[in-house]
Nanobody, 121 residues
């Protein structure tokens, strides 16, 4: 199986910064796209940013210019650098990865347990 473990959430003031990390471990043959999603109370889970295995990135309009997604393929880790945080960024942030566990089986998507980010003064 595959495990995704997130870290780096917390409480930050508006305008502040946080960096989230997500490390993948287990039966990994290849990691394809990795991404971050978030879910605020009473709202649906939404895509924040995604990065392909080759480094291509995509961001939600609401975070463009403020958030940066990156990955370290040697460490099977994806990061989310969040700057200029706003109260509306408050949510549980989830890591997601598209993982091949063997070369001959289709990939599966895995989720982390989530980490709380709260932006408040």
């Amino acid at each position: 199986q595959v495990q995704l473990v997130e870290s780096g959430g917390g409480l930050v003031q508006p305008g502040g910064s946080l960096t989230l990390s997500c490390a993948a471990s287990g039966s990994i043959f290849r990691l394809n796209a990795m991404g971050w999603y978030r879910q605020a109370p009473g709202k649906e889970r939404e895509l924040v940013a995604v990065i392909g295995s080759g480094g291509s990135t995509h961001y939600a309009d609401s975070v463009k210019g403020r958030f940066t997604i990156s990955r370290d393929n040697a460490k099977n880790t994806v990061y989310l650098q969040m700057n200029s945080l706003k109260p509306e960024d408050t949510a549980v942030y989830y890591c997601n990865a598209d993982v091949l566990t063997t070369w001959y089986n289709p990939g599966n998507k895995y989720w982390g347990q989530g980490t709380q980010v709260t932006v408040s003064s």
